[in-house]
């Protein structure tokens, strides 16, 4: 089993669609989470933190289940520039700090 | 300027050649990594490093080596190429002092080939 699995889509979503992506983790000492976007052959770009409250930047919501070891990313009124692939994160801070990628789940928004 | 970049950005090369990808950044970060990313793949650790003297093995360090010349500069050797390292390689940073935040920084990737 991975450490980190995704749902790999593809979403195909209209514009103006509410989508919701989910993520688990297999090793419960993770410490920090992620959601990274990465475009087409493009490197990966930070697009926002999970904390365990849950947190919200303009139509993007990230959502942390420790209990459940399970993270999602709602992304609400979808554009065609959120078009990209979504990597879920983890990081766990260990001597061996290091973050666990998983393979992503590939969103289009068509017109 | 980017603030993380890799050199070449792209290669092609045949089997069995000796290829270095360079790395070097002006953020003034210690922590530093190699992933690899195959099509329809997540991002795989070869190589960190988080400081000049500190190197480490990532989960898929076989057929790789690295070299960290300074701070700023980590570079990802492939001693014999072979065809399954044909991927795309990517270089990050991070910074320790930023407590619980652990922000990766890419640079744009260096896309190599191996026929």
């Known amino acids: 089993r991975k450490e980190v699995e995704q749902d790999p889509g593809p979403f195909n979503v209209p514009e103006g669609a509410t989508v919701a992506f989910n993520c688990t983790y297999s090793n419960s000492a993770s410490q920090s989470f992620f959601w990274y976007r990465q475009d087409c052959r493009k490197e990966p770009k930070l697009l926002m933190s999970v904390y365990s409250s849950g947190n919200e930047d303009g139509r993007f919501t990230a959502q942390l289940n420790r209990a459940s070891q399970y993270i999602s990313l709602l992304i609400r009124d979808s554009k065609l520039s959120d078009s990209a692939t979504y990597l879920c994160?983890?990081?766990?801070?260990?001597?061996?700090?290091?973050?666990?990628f998983g393979d992503g789940t590939t969103l289009t928004v068509k017109p | 300027d980017a603030d993380v970049t890799q050199t070449p950005r792209n290669r092609i090369t045949k089997t069995g050649k000796r290829i270095m990808l360079e790395c070097s950044q002006t953020k003034g970060h210690d922590r530093m990594y190699w992933y690899r990313q195959d099509p329809g793949l997540g991002l795989r650790l070869i190589y960190y490093s988080f400081d000049v003297k500190d190197i480490n093995k990532g989960e898929i360090s076989d057929g790789y080596s690295v070299s960290r010349q300074a701070q700023a500069k980590f570079s990802l050797s492939l001693e014999s190429a072979i065809p399954n390292q044909t991927a795309l390689y990517f270089c990050?940073?991070?910074?320790?002092?930023?407590?619980?935040?652990?922000?990766?920084?890419f640079g744009e990737g260096s896309r190599l080939t191996v026929l």
């Open positions: 994160v983890v990081y766990f801070n260990t001597n061996a700090g290091k973050s666990t």
């Open positions: 990050a940073t991070s910074d320790s002092r930023t407590g619980g935040v652990r922000e990766l920084f």
